[in-house]
């Protein structure tokens, strides 16, 4: 078993999603981004590699508010669709959501051309959310960019690379969905003065306005959450909701595998020869495997 934070940025693990699927979820981020946002301190965020069809009905019909729309409360589990509770940290195992607390996220509060961002102790309190433009590495004044954005709606996560210039940045950004194909997926950045979302193309590219406020239809997410630094992942990358209790210290080894018993070292034997002028002694000196010595006079 290792700690969750032993894992590098890049690196993969998997949660049981429905009780039947281990999916990929990269890691994107240790501890806190920055003073922009609150409860990431000791934990480890994670992006789903593979996107998941998320709605974007909007009230007002405006889907730039990201708050006044079907997706913030889908991300949460907390769309109720019929009267029943329905989204995405629904599809997770119950120990694994109890490990997913709320933390507030940066972002822009209203629509239209409102551009302030609420962050810090302000930011949007949430348990599962969309990762903004700034946090893939999308800004006005980095390379390739140009578009109505928000400005400091957070930080680039290290696992992100800034601009978007064909090349590193955009195959980071790249996704796929469940049926393996390249596709693209949206943010929870408005495109300001307008009703519509920024998103990602499927060759990893920004775009502008890439949805908008249509009822009833569908579109690709990447649910970000944050799990404990001190989250249990097993050999396989596999976490079923266990923490190592931090008083133990367990988990900070290198190799946290479980110990191996060492094999058997055959014995050694050797014949010794004590000479006097009257007798011969001789001995039998056994090394054994837990490193005593038997010794027998053998005549």
């Known amino acids: 078993m290792k700690r969750l934070d032993k894992k590098a940025i890049g690196e993969r693990v998997y949660l049981l999603e429905n009780g039947i699927n281990w999916e990929s979820y990269i890691v994107i981020a240790h501890d806190s981004p920055s003073v922009a946002y609150e409860g990431f301190e000791n934990r480890v965020t994670l992006l789903r590699e ?32 019929g009267g029943i509770a329905n989204g995405f940290l629904l599809r ?8 997913i607390t709320p933390v507030r996220i940066p972002f822009r509060a209203g629509s239209g051309a409102e551009t302030t961002v609420n962050s810090g102790v302000n930011g949007l309190l949430t348990r599962a959310f969309a990762l903004s433009a700034r946090e893939v590495g999308i800004a006005n004044g980095l390379a390739g960019v140009s578009g109505a954005l928000p400005e400091d709606e957070g930080v680039t996560f290290p696992y992100f690379l800034e601009g978007d210039e064909a ?3 955009r195959v980071r950004r790249q996704a796929m969905a469940a049926n393996g194909s390249g596709v693209s997926w949206r943010l929870r950045t408005p495109t300001i003065g307008t009703s519509t979302l920024w998103g990602i193309n499927a060759d990893g590219s920004a775009a502008a306005g890439l949805w908008g406020w249509f009822v009833g239809i569908t579109v ?14 097993d050999v396989d990358g596999r976490i079923d909701g266990t923490v190592f209790d931090e008083g133990s210290g367990g988990g900070n080894e290198e190799d946290t595998e479980d ?20 007798i011969t002694i001789s001995k039998r000196i056994v090394f054994n495997a837990d490193g005593s010595i038997t010794e027998t006079i053998v005549g």
Do not use: C
């Not at 998320?54 to 990201?66: Q, R």
């Not at 997770?92 to 490990?99: F, N």
């Not at 959450?225 to 249990?232: A, G, M, R």
């Not at 110990?259 to 002028?277: A, I, N």
């Open 167 to 169: 090349g590193p940045a």
């Open 50 to 81: 593979r996107t998941l069809a998320s709605p974007v009905t909007a009230t007002f019909f405006d889907a730039s508010n990201y708050t006044n729309t079907d997706f913030h409360p889908w991300l949460n589990g907390e769309l109720l669709v």
């Open 220 to 233: 690709e997410a990447r649910p970000a959450i944050t799990l404990p630094s001190n989250t249990q992942v």
């Open 259 to 278: 110990p191996k018993e060492p094999p058997e070292k055959p014995l050694q034997t050797f014949r010794v020869s004590s000479f006097t002028t009257d």
């Open 92 to 99: 997770l195992g119950e120990d694994v959501r109890g490990l």
